[in-house]
């Protein structure tokens, strides 16, 4: 059996300002978010299942990211994301991974970035030095969604609409 993917997306740029939760994409946020719907179709890494933080700039960002991939997707918004803890993130995918092949997470930063950094360890290190809005990092993982520790970074992209 194939691993299954693993894909951490942080959301696209959004407007400053008003209540955090409710902050909606801006202009360049809509075109990124748009842009990693193409890269990942692109790339054949368009997901199975998605589970997105409930803020507004996420829900948005996964809403562009699924139309430009042109794919009906199983999507689940999952407020653990929002509380922006790589314990919640790692409890979300295990929860919610099931049988999927291919699992985006879409959340919000320092959180999604620090655990793209613990599933990579040295060998990623590098690659995952940033982590802008509308990053993706891709991750081949073979022992299933509850135990990430053989996880493998295959790519990383930053995209720009």
Known sequence: ???ARLVLVRHAKAEQ??????????????????AVGRWLRDQSLVPDR???????????TWELCAAAAEADIDEAVEARIYSNSVDNLRRVIADRGGDA???????H??????????LAGRA??????EFPTATVAVFSVAGGWADLSDATLISVATCRG
């Open 1 to 3: 059996m194939a691993d």
């Open 17 to 34: 300002g008003g209540r955090d939760v409710d902050r909606p994409l801006n202009a360049r946020g809509r075109a990124d978010a748009a």
């Open 50 to 60: 998605a589970v997105v933080s409930p803020s507004r700039r996420t829900r948005q």
């Open 101 to 107: 092949m291919t699992l985006a997470l879409v959340g």
């Open 109 to 118: 930063n320092p959180s999604v970035h620090e655990l793209a950094l613990e």
């Open 124 to 129: 990623g290190a590098e690659e995952l030095q």
